[in-house]
């Protein structure tokens, strides 16, 4: 998308690092893409991909981003296991306040992992019973496919 197109927020700390009001520790950039370090790592190498449209979280996202999205993803998570010499990464994105995000233009975390660095993540525990699991799927099925999640197809 040309950039005078793009939906902006004169206020976002992403899309003032994106204008080159902030700068930033650039890891990749293409057309609609920027990936920089984040300023509070969780591990050395710890990036920041977003796309320079401001879109809040990702269901704001129109699904033409996607593509080019997930080459820089790939392309930066491939850097971070060669350069870094990372032995696996995570690729996080936190959606609304409840889950922990902070700033309000939606950015995929990629967060290289060595062993024995200490990370926990993932308090998995599993359902009370397989009746309940498959109870919450068939909830969520009947939703999606009765095509009540505005805006999925856009
Ligand atoms: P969230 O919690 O919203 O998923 O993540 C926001 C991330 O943005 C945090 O990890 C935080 O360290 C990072 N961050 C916030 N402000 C800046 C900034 O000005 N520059 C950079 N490089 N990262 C930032
Ligand atoms: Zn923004």
């Known amino acids: 998308m040309p950039y005078a197109n793009r939906p902006v927020d004169k206020d976002c700390v992403f899309c ?56 820089a993803l790939k392309k930066v998570a491939a850097a971070q296991l060669k350069v870094l010499g990372a032995g696996g990464f995570h690729c996080l994105q936190n959606n609304f306040p409840l889950a922990g995000q902070t700033v309000f233009h939606a950015h995929w975390h990629l967060i290289p992992r060595a062993a024995g660095d200490g990370l926990a993540l993932w308090p998995g525990q599993a359902y009370e019973s397989d009746k309940r699991m498959r109870e919450v799927a068939e909830a969520l099925h009947s939703h999606i496919t009765a095509g009540r999640c505005g805006g999925q197809d856009e």
Do not use: M, S, W
């Not at 990036?47 to 401001?54: Q, S």
């Open 16 to 71: 003032r690092i994106v204008a080159g009001a902030i700068p930033c520790a650039r890891v990749y950039e293409d057309e609609n893409i920027l990936a920089f370090l984040d300023i509070q790592p969780i591990a050395p190498g710890h990036t920041l991909a977003i796309l320079k449209g401001h879109y809040p979280t990702l269901l704001e996202v129109p699904p033409r981003e996607a593509e080019g999205l997930f080459i």
